[in-house]
């Protein structure tokens, strides 16, 4: 009887279409970048691993060139499917000898195709947003879409409990799409639209009769505090209306490559104060400048601030515990955020800009 190498003996078994408890694997999916220099980046996924929440499996991420170091970001578009070890949205480093390969465990939370991305990071902030932006495109439509259709949905008179879920519903998905890093002063400015739009709610009219409160169509028409562009009107809206005036906004910055804009920092009666800005959910002060300064590139959002020079000092970092305003950068265009130091005000300007600031697009 002729004999079968060890060797090939194991390789049958781990390769052979037939082999019992052969499992093959899918093919790798790799795109070329040029940014710079050309790099591939290659993934791979066995999907079928998948097949239900608890289920779990290695993501494979390697990339191809000449050696060079580069960064790769790792981001999980689809968070109520899958969950990815690390976080949602990641910034490796890669490229070289020893670096070229990553692995992640990926774990099932949901029903649905896992949507996992990886491609270079670049370092121009500005390069990075306009790929940030054309990613979050079609998504930001989709929300917005559905949004609509289940507004559709609502009947004339309904309990309260059905406007609070698709407001609930509304921006877990938009949270969940808006989980890039650079993004976190974006997530505090859409959490502080839809807290505001839960509290109008809850002290709407509602009447209490047998059984479940109803909320009747013609309570939704109340006013609700939220920052607006200057040619919106002011009127009374529907708490939907805005959410709706929301998403379409928030759409429209994301076709238009608008995600960052600019901001020219003063202070009076002095210059040279120390400023520190941050979003208001990260610990730790991210942005730093002394004034007169300029922050040419800024993603939109809230930001928390301070400002000091000696003893002199104005703040605002908890606006729900003290008299003051973050800094809007999604609804305020003034290009100008002046400090008086002696008054303990913070206040927006429009142009002319001292030097060393420039005008940046807006």
Same mark, same amino acid.
């Given at each position: 009887? *002729?004999?079968?190498?060890?060797?090939?003996?194991?390789?049958?078994?781990?390769?052979?279409?037939?082999?019992?408890?052969?499992?093959?694997?899918?093919? &790798?999916?790799?795109?070329?970048?040029h940014q710079g220099r050309p790099v591939r980046v290659c993934t791979q996924l066995d999907e079928s691993a998948l097949s239900g929440p608890g289920r779990s499996t290695k993501w494979r991420v390697w990339v191809e060139g000449d050696g060079s170091p580069v960064h790769v970001r790792l981001h999980n578009n689809s968070p109520t499917v899958v969950r990815l070890k690390g976080g949602d949205d990641q910034i490796v480093h890669m490229g070289c000898r020893r670096h070229h390969e990553v692995r992640r465990k990926v774990i099932a939370v949901g029903t649905g195709e896992a949507k996992l991305e990886?491609? &270079?990071?670049?370092?121009? !902030?500005?390069?990075?947003?306009?790929?940030?932006?054309?990613?979050?495109? &079609? *998504?930001?439509?989709?929300?917005?879409?559905?949004?609509?259709?289940?507004?559709?949905?609502?009947? &004339?008179?309904?309990?309260?409990?059905?406007?609070?879920?698709?407001?609930?519903?509304?921006?877990?998905?938009?949270?969940?799409?808006?989980?890039?890093?650079?993004?976190?002063?974006?997530?505090?400015?859409?959490?502080?639209?839809?807290?505001?739009?839960?509290?109008?709610?809850?002290?709407?009219?509602?009447?209490?009769?047998?059984?479940?409160?109803?909320?009747?169509?013609?309570?939704?028409?109340?006013?609700?505090?939220?920052?607006?562009? !200057?040619?919106?009107?002011?009127?009374?809206?529907?708490?939907?209306?805005?959410?709706?005036?929301?998403?379409?906004?928030?759409?429209?910055?994301?076709?238009?490559?608008?995600?960052?804009?600019?901001?020219?920092?003063?202070?009076?009666?002095?210059?040279?104060?120390?400023?520190?800005?941050? !979003?208001?959910?990260? *610990?730790?002060?991210?942005?730093?400048?002394?004034?007169?300064?300029?922050?040419?590139?800024?993603?939109?959002?809230?930001?928390?601030?301070?400002?000091?020079?000696?003893?002199?000092?104005?703040?605002?970092?908890?606006?729900?515990?003290?008299?003051?305003?973050?800094?809007?950068?999604?609804?305020?265009?003034? !290009?100008?955020?002046?400090?008086?130091?002696?008054?303990?005000?913070?206040?927006?300007?429009?142009?002319?800009?001292?030097?060393?600031?420039?005008?940046?697009?807006?």
């Open positions: 009887m *002729r004999r079968v190498p060890f060797s090939l003996a194991i390789l049958a078994l781990l390769t052979g279409p037939t082999g019992i408890g052969a499992k093959a694997l899918s093919p &790798p999916k790799c795109t070329e970048y990886a491609r &270079p990071y670049s370092e121009s !902030p500005k390069q990075e947003a306009a790929t940030i932006a054309a990613s979050l495109a &079609p *998504r930001l439509a989709q929300i917005e879409a559905e949004f609509r259709e289940r507004r559709a949905k609502l009947a &004339p008179s309904f309990p309260p409990k059905a406007v609070s879920e698709l407001l609930d519903t509304t921006e877990t998905e938009l949270l969940a799409a808006l989980s890039y890093q650079e993004l976190a002063a974006l997530r505090d400015y859409v959490q502080e639209q839809f807290r505001q739009a839960h509290a109008e709610l809850d002290k709407s009219g509602v009447r209490k009769e047998a059984g479940e409160p109803l909320f009747h169509a013609r309570t939704l028409l109340t006013s609700l505090t939220l920052a607006m562009l !200057p040619d919106e009107p002011t009127t009374s809206e529907s708490m939907l209306d805005r959410i709706a005036r929301l998403l379409r906004r928030l759409t429209e910055r994301a076709d238009k490559n608008d995600l960052v804009t600019s901001l020219c920092v003063t202070s009076e009666p002095e210059t040279h104060a120390k400023f520190l800005m941050r !979003p208001r959910a990260v *610990r730790g002060w991210t942005i730093q400048t002394l004034t007169v300064g300029d922050l040419p590139v800024l993603y939109r959002g809230l930001y928390a601030y301070s400002m000091s020079k000696g003893l002199k000092r104005t703040h605002c970092e908890r606006p729900d515990r003290e008299p003051c305003a973050l800094i809007n950068l999604v609804d305020d265009p003034q !290009p100008i955020f002046d400090c008086d130091l002696a008054a303990d005000a913070c206040t927006r300007k429009s142009a002319p800009f001292p030097p060393p600031c420039k005008r940046h697009g807006q």
